[in-house]
């Protein structure tokens, strides 16, 4: 397809990661400099004739399940001819990990044909709850690596004098979220006393031994938490 004016402005101009590509061959026509960046590419003029098969991915076996979910989405916008919605778990170039929400809509002709598909996507990360964002990093990181990220999200970090273990962090996270012991231990089916145990051993490893400040401190954004800090 030709890209017109006003499509090539809106691609560009849009505040947040954006494409369109040619809806038969996948290959891009236009990026903005969001989409292009996250791949790793500074110039999205580099972009344009490649399919998202074409782009280098820092876990090589995850960025080929990656392009096949969302070839499977640009299908599904091209049969239904209309938008679709997905969320996937992203990787980016600089190795950071997020949870995107993506957008794609058919671009129509005068015959109702299909022209090329927009895409844009919403980096959702921020809004996860703590549990959730632990399990989001430790799809990509060692244990370490990822509650080190957490805590660095979280900006607790300089609260803990010894990392906890996986199986205490759990706790903290869920408590985190407000949830009573109990809960927790049905949530992660184990007893009260170990919930309890791990619960001891944090107070051990935060500074002054004050479980309940580091806890208080722990926000993160939602829809509803504007004021909170995003990762």
Not at 66 to 95: M, N
Not at 161 to 186: C, G, H, S, W
Request: charged share 25%; glycine share 4%.
């Amino acid at each position: 397809m030709k890209s017109d004016s006003a499509i090539i402005s809106f691609i560009e101009n849009f505040p947040v990661s954006a494409s369109l590509k040619e809806a038969d061959t996948g290959k891009y026509i236009i990026n903005n400099r969001y989409n292009s960046r996250q791949f790793g590419v500074e110039n999205p003029a580099e972009l344009v004739g490649l399919t998202i098969n074409d782009l280098k991915f820092c876990q090589p076996e995850w960025g080929a399940q990656y392009a096949a979910a969302i070839q499977k989405l640009d299908f599904r916008a091209r049969e239904k001819k209309t938008h679709v919605l997905g969320r996937h778990q992203f990787l980016d170039d600089s190795g950071e990990a997020q949870l995107e929400e993506m957008v794609k809509f058919p671009v129509l002709g005068s015959r109702k044909n299909i022209l090329g598909i927009v895409t844009y996507r919403n980096d959702i990360t921020p809004t996860l709850p703590p549990n959730s964002l632990y399990q989001l990093y430790l799809n990509f990181y060692d244990v370490t690596s990822a509650i080190k990220r957490v805590l660095a999200c979280l900006e607790i970090v300089q609260y803990f004098v010894t990392l906890p273990t996986d199986a205490q962090f759990r706790v903290f996270l869920l408590k985190t979220e407000r949830l009573a012991n109990k809960e927790i231990a049905k949530f992660l089916g184990t007893s009260d006393r170990t919930v309890e145990t791990h619960l001891d051993a944090l107070r051990n490893k935060v500074v002054d031994g004050n479980l309940p400040h580091v806890l208080s401190l722990v926000k993160w954004h939602t829809p509803y938490a504007s004021d909170s800090t995003p990762c």
